[in-house]
């Protein structure tokens, strides 16, 4: 399929969301300052209409959270999302229910979308019931067995009635990728799905997502702590830290001239399956901060390996620097291959 680089599905603007803190009962009695857990500060980003755009970062980096906010599962604290034309931060519950069956999601858990007293066949007929009232059983039950197949749930009448205990693991997240594809959404969010699964297995789920997205005209927003897996799978990926966008650029430019020192050691980390080849690099060290008090200027400048006096105080901008390749980063220029 064609990624029309102006088609945004998505759009992605200013984007933060802080979590208050649960206060301690002496603070709630003598007051004080309220403290936010910034999971999410100033991300921009789009997503465009058929490509697999990736969000990568370790644990803690603010991924989850812009994903759901994506597919509204979370309200925003400020900025917009942008589907297909529409400000998601400015619907209701109503207008944003009628978008729901356009936006669908494949957790990491797929237990998180099965219930486990409901058979498969049960479980993804249940969001037809919801976004397709007027279907008719037969004709749900038909759709749900055809989408059994479609993931490699053969026989589908088998399966059908099989409950989630009495699959595997990589049975149970197909299931959760038909019961995410069956009310045929624009957009998916896969939040890690492959994680949980068995190493054999995580190739084979990949694929069949990929199959899936060109069959079905997808579009996905994958997420992932992993860049070996972004490598499989993305068009474009979005590196984040500490709740802020590090770096955005196409998958072959973002690995062979990643611009940000978080985005190299996280390239550098990657295990290398050839023993001749070049060795992984551990990451830089230290902790990711903590998020409640994020450092000043550049979120990376306590790890980073470069850091001048100006990354402590001033937030680096947001910068394209080589074609749809955009940083933060106050040295990218450095990084930049010679000739540009
Ligand atoms: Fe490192 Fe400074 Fe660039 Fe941040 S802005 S990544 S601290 S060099």
């Avoid at 994903?67 to 509204?72: C, D, E, H, K, P």
């Avoid at 400000?87 to 069956?101: E, F, H, K, P, V």
């Avoid at 007027?134 to 399966?159: H, K, Q």
Wanted: overall charge neutral; glycine content about 8%.
């Amino acid at each position: 399929m064609n990624i029309d680089p102006n088609d945004n599905l998505v759009e992605v603007r200013n984007l933060t969301k802080w979590f208050p803190v649960q206060r301690g009962l002496l603070a709630q009695v003598f007051g004080g300052t309220r403290r936010f857990v910034h999971a999410v500060d100033d991300v921009s980003f789009e997503i465009r209409r058929g490509e697999v755009f990736g969000l990568a970062g370790e644990s803690g980096s603010g991924k989850t959270t812009t994903g759901r906010a994506v597919v509204g599962l979370t309200p925003v604290t400020s900025g917009r999302v942008i589907f297909d034309g529409i400000d998601l931060t400015t619907l209701g519950g109503t207008g944003m229910r009628s978008l729901r069956r356009a936006m669908q999601v494949i957790f990491q858990d797929p237990m998180a979308s099965l219930n486990p007293r409901m058979s498969l066949g049960r479980s993804i007929g249940y969001g037809l019931e919801i976004h397709n009232p007027e279907m008719d059983a037969d004709a749900r039950r038909a759709a749900v067995v055809e989408m059994l197949e479609r993931v490699g749930l053969a026989p589908a009448n088998y399966f059908y009635n099989k409950f989630p205990h009495q699959t595997s693991g990589g049975q149970r997240q197909r299931a959760a990728i038909a019961r995410a594809l069956v009310t045929q959404p624009e957009l998916v969010l896969a939040d890690e799905p492959i994680a949980m699964a068995d190493v054999s297995v995580r190739a084979l789920l990949l694929d069949l997502m990929n199959e899936l997205k060109r069959d079905f005209n997808l579009t996905y927003l994958f997420i992932t702590h992993d860049l070996a897996t972004a490598k499989y799978i993305c068009d474009r990926v979005g590196i984040m830290y500490l709740g802020m966008m590090a770096e955005v650029a196409e998958l072959r430019e973002l690995y062979t001239h990643p611009l940000h020192p978080y985005s190299q050691a996280l390239l550098a980390a990657v295990p290398v399956p050839d023993p001749h080849q070049r060795r992984t690099q551990p990451m830089p060290e230290g902790e990711i901060p903590n998020p409640i008090s994020p450092p000043t200027g550049c979120r990376f400048h306590p790890r980073c390996p470069i850091a001048g006096e100006v990354c402590a105080q001033e937030v680096p901008a947001f910068r394209e620097l080589r074609p749809a390749h955009r940083v933060a980063c106050h040295y990218a220029e450095r990084f930049l291959p010679s000739g540009d």
